[in-house]
């Protein structure tokens, strides 16, 4: 990829290649992007009438920004993009430890050998996906994984105490010319956020108080959970001052955009018809929305993906159990299975111990029972109750094959409506068509109009009379 750019600082000048600090060249990039209408943070959903134009205004100021929201809404895969509006390939100075640009050296050593080589002095090329450092702030962070420390062997060696070369440089020296992101900052020791201070401000480093100016070229952002900023941890006062910009994250605002996510990030196994998928977005809404939840931890945006993945496993180990060789399609049925395996990705408040099952079926058969709503509303059923009007049962579950779930209904009046309704098209296969007989099954239990008997991998629906 690299061949046929220039090899040395007098071929760079010759192309026309200037210095750009990095926020320049995030801004350049960003303006280009908005010109030509190319996708500006592809993969991020769900922001892009509230945090993205914010994110936009921060870099087209050339300001570091802290992005505060709760667990689980995207934070660091919005910083990782950011990397994106940087030039594919920048060049550095072959072997510098702060990829140093030929036209700008920064260290001693390196404008040395500026002077001696001149036009004639080598160039290298770094990709883009190489100038993004990243450092999840814990306890045990010190100011010289961030900042740098004096090397005893490089002093032992003869180097004075004040020479640069004597340094081991940490993170953000070594970022130099790119984007570091700093993951829960709150967590970080007040101490050590005092390090920042000048990368952020003065835009240098300092070590151990020897005077070392390093003028450092680096987007700065921060991610932090508003509860931690405000309780647990906090951003000293100082260092909050020097960021430019503080961005409140969110979940998804609509439910289209929990469903696109969904359908972006969840890695499905099985086949998983829209409207189950419905169902496992609504319930995560629904649990983020129960006042049995802990609001101040939030429900992560991976719940509802694991939920998803959870469902399909459900789908194939039922497939894998009846020996069956088509796709696996999940059922309403399936999503009974989240509430116990996802139970540990949800805070609940303190007075609901012992009660988290228990609550989560209850807002799932809330978001089952609201999907159906919406998808059949209006829709004559009639048919689907007349089944087991005489007495008869319809038998589904784990255990009960596509095919068995088919033969009890037959031919039944509407189900193709219904079908459509679910958006499972003209011709569904059999697995589809069970998945939309036993939703309505379902949503006729939750509305009180067929009676329910779950057990031992059978569910049986009946007669309310």
Known sequence: MTENLPRTVGELRAAGYTYRTVKEELRDNLLERMRTGKPRFPGIVGYDQTVLPEVERAILAGHDMVLLGERGQGKTRLIRSLVDLLDEWTPVIPGSELNEHPLHPLTPSSRRAAQESGDDAPVAWLH????????????????????????????????????????????????????????????LAERIQVSLLNVLEERDIQIRGYQLRLPLDVLLVASANPEDYTNRGRIITPLKDRFGAEIRTHYPLELDLELDLIRQEAQLVAAVPDHVLEVVA??????RESPSVDARSGVSARFPIAAAETVAAAALRRSGLLGETAQAVARIG???????????????ESGEEGREIEILAHLLRTATAETFRARLAGLDLSSFVNLVAEGDIVETGELVPAEEILRQVGTLPGLAKVLDRLGLGDAPNRG????????????????????????????MYGSRG
């Open 432 to 459: 589809e068509a069970a998945a939309g007989v036993e939703f309505v099954l379902e949503g006729l239990h939750l509305t009180r109009r067929l009676s329910k008997v779950s057990g031992e991998g059978r569910t």
């Open 282 to 287: 609504r319930f995560a809404r629904a649990v």
């Open 128 to 187: 883009r996906s190489m100038r993004y450092g990243e450092k999840l702030a814990t306890p045990d962070t010190s100011v010289g994984d961030l900042v740098g420390d004096v090397d005893p062997i490089r002093v032992a060696q003869g180097r004075t105490l004040g020479d640069p070369e004597t340094i081991h440089f940490g993170l953000v020296p070594r970022t130099n010319r790119g984007v570091f992101a700093v993951n829960e900052l709150p967590d």
């Open 334 to 348: 399936d999503t009974e299975s989240v509430t116990s395996t996802l139970r540990g990705k949800v805070e609940f």
